[in-house]
């Protein structure tokens, strides 16, 4: 095991000791109706915020691909739990629901789901209807996530930027003024939706900071896009484990 395999061991090992401490089970309680996440990685996402508040990593947290709000939720919450000041919360999504999958990429776990509610998979940029119905209940409006920021968390709303739209157009889009990010959440679960944010939000990820692949270890195309961008850039850091879909690298100093 290498030095930074280690250190994820050991994080992991943490995380374990952390998961049921009072804090973090209050906040994960407060987000639990508005996230997708699994337990492990709500508990990792609230270390990884307390870790970046206890050793100063300057940036925003940013999460592609926000649901209901219930990630950059506990973001929220982390946040004002450990840190002196507020940090600047983006918010990408569409808020009408997830845009087709692209057969040639995104593999066969995509192309089954969403042909089970009969929608495209040519990679359109047009919202699957009845996916989010279907496996979650129902998408993730922007009404929801301001519901949850602003009114039942009460983090102040001028902190917080909505990024309303396809990836493909908000990210390029406005990229050029989110400076710089200490935690970089990707959750878009395709190869193009993931490969747009790295393309243009790896580099303002700080020396030290985090990025998380949600969906890394369930969907192809996800996973295809995180390691030709890795390979492409010569990214070295250790692909940590948070549990069998949730990956992430610390971006190195
Ligand atoms: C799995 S959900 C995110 C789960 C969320 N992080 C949570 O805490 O439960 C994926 C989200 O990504 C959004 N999304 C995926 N690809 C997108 C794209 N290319 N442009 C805009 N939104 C996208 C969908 O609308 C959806 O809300």
């Keep these: 095991m290498d030095g930074i395999s280690k250190f994820w061991a050991w994080w992991r090992g943490r995380d374990r000791m952390m998961a049921g401490s009072a804090e973090i089970e209050e906040d994960i309680a407060r987000v639990r109706a508005f996230t997708m996440l699994t337990h492990p990685r709500l508990v990792n996402l609230h270390r990884q915020v307390e870790t970046c508040e206890k050793r100063k990593i300057p940036g925003a947290f940013v999460e592609c691909g926000t649901w209901k709000g219930g990630a950059v939720g506990l973001m929220a919450l982390a946040n004002l739990r450990h840190g002196k000041a507020r940090r600047i919360l983006h918010l990408f999504d569409s808020f009408e629901g997830i845009p087709e999958p692209d057969a040639a990429v995104d593999g066969s776990l995509a192309v089954e789901q969403v042909r089970s509610v009969q929608g495209g998979v040519d990679g359109r940029l047009v919202a699957v209807q009845g996916l989010y119905e279907k496996f979650a209940g129902s998408v993730g409006t922007l009404?929801?996530?301001?519901?949850?920021?602003?009114?039942?968390?009460?983090?102040?709303?001028?902190?917080?930027?909505?990024?309303?739209?396809?990836?493909?157009?908000?990210?390029?889009?406005?990229?050029?003024?989110i400076g710089s990010i200490a935690?970089?959440?990707?959750?878009?679960?395709?190869?193009?939706?993931?490969?747009?944010?790295?393309?243009?939000?790896?580099?303002?990820?700080?020396?030290?900071?985090?990025?998380?692949?949600?969906?890394?270890?369930?969907?192809?195309?996800?996973?295809?896009?995180?390691?030709?961008?890795?390979?492409?850039?010569?990214?070295?850091?250790?692909?940590?484990?948070?549990?069998?879909?949730?990956?992430a690298w610390v971006k190195k100093k």
């Design 183 to 247: 935690i970089l959440r990707l959750d878009g679960d395709w190869y193009a939706s993931t490969k747009v944010c790295l393309d243009h939000l790896y580099p303002r990820v700080v020396p030290g900071g985090f990025v998380i692949v949600d969906d890394y270890g369930t969907y192809e195309g996800c996973r295809k896009a995180v390691d030709e961008y890795r390979e492409a850039k010569g990214i070295r850091s250790a692909l940590g484990k948070i549990d069998s879909s949730a990956y």
């Design 143 to 177: 009404e929801d996530n301001r519901r949850l920021l602003e009114k039942e968390i009460g983090y102040p709303a001028e902190f917080i930027r909505y990024h309303r739209g396809w990836f493909q157009e908000t990210v390029p889009a406005d990229a050029g003024a």
